[in-house]
């Protein structure tokens, strides 16, 4: 969510003591209680930016399409669905 629809910030040092996404980060990324805290606090920061705002709208957006492709009956979401369950005989 946060890299692909850009509706969403990524934790890194929540999930493992290095990011694996993250390389090249040399930097050290353990993960203890005040490291933890520091990101946790980036973050809160950054969603009350542009940055935060635009995230914000960007999830807003794709809830709306996501209502509107599920309430059409003849909507992508329920032809697709209905595609897949065909296929494997559901």
Known sequence: M???I??????TKMRVDRCPLNTGN???TTCDMSGWEREVQAILDAAFTETG????E??????EN???A???KDGRARVQLNEFLDLVNV
């Open 2 to 4: 946060a890299r692909t």
């Open 6 to 11: 850009d509706a969403g910030f990524e934790f």
């Open 26 to 28: 040399t930097e050290d």
């Open 53 to 56: 705002q635009r995230k914000r």
């Open 58 to 63: 960007n999830a807003v957006r794709i809830g």
């Open 66 to 68: 996501l209502g509107r």
């Open 70 to 72: 599920w309430a059409e």
